[in-house]
């Protein structure tokens, strides 16, 4: 058995929409009898019911929570300590951001970034304004404008990484300490599936570390050029059947 993991913005999908070709290769995959995972920035609220059909697992909130069925995996929340940091850094930078947990999430700092942020999630799923005690495992920055990606990635310098999602005014946030590349090494030691019986698909930053740690990494043919360098192999553009190639060339399908 294999386990087979891939993000979902600019390597599984465009927004909500998967390839058909990516998704009869997931489909082939599990026929298989190998286990797909989604290993994703987004929560697994999103994650869940956006791409559930897809997959037998789940590492969301890139690497703090992995989920297969109903079982829980792996769980590496926030802590207090994380969170006012994080709030501290954002503020000083007038930046948005969205604390984001299992159950809910809650957006603090630019006002304006409020019904962006909350637009992504089902209505009612993020609280406007910050609780005392908050669960949560990730938080998505807003951008305000694209181009502002810079100022938020050196507001985090050192503390974490930030991934920005395209044309979408948001990036989601690797805190440093734990990422998809932990979390996948756990998830396959729980299932007892050898590392190099595990391949990653990915295309952004923050799909590096999960490149380097599995047994097979492969790069979309639209994946940064660093994340390209820390890849086994290249498969063509998303909508250029780069899932389906990429699980050809390795014989996986």
């Known amino acids: 058995m294999n386990l087979v993991f891939f993000d979902i913005d600019g390597t599984l999908a465009t927004g909500k929409h998967v390839p058909e070709s990516a998704a009869e290769g997931l489909r082939l995959l599990r026929a298989n009898g190998d286990l797909v995972f989604i290993c994703t920035g987004r929560n697994p609220a999103y994650a869940q019911k956006n791409f559930g059909q897809y997959a037998d697992g789940f590492i969301c909130c890139n690497g703090r929570l992995a989920v297969k069925g109903d079982e829980v995996l ?46 992504v999630q089902d209505k009612g799923f993020v609280k406007n304004g910050l609780a005392e005690h908050m669960h949560v495992y990730t938080f998505d920055a807003y951008l305000g404008t ?93 909508n250029d059947n780069g899932v389906w190639n990429g699980l050809k060339h390795y014989g996986l399908i």
């Open 74 to 119: 792996y769980s590496h929340p926030l802590n207090d300590e994380q969170i006012r940091e994080i709030v501290k850094r954002m503020d000083a930078v007038g930046a948005g951001y969205a604390f984001l947990g299992t159950d809910g999430g809650y957006y603090g700092g630019d006002p304006a970034g409020y019904e962006v942020m909350s637009g």
């Open 146 to 238: 694209p181009d502002r990606i810079g100022v938020i990635q050196e507001a985090l310098d050192g503390f974490a990484i930030a991934n920005p999602h395209g044309p979408h005014p948001s990036a989601d946030i690797t805190v440093l300490g734990v990422d998809k590349g932990t979390a996948l090494v756990h998830v396959a030691e729980v299932l007892g599936v050898p590392i190099e019986n595990t391949y990653g698909f990915g295309d952004g930053k923050n799909d590096i570390c999960m490149l380097e740690a599995v047994g097979h990494g492969i790069a979309m043919g639209n994946a940064l050029e660093e994340t390209k360098a820390a890849a086994e192999y290249v498969t063509t553009n998303i």
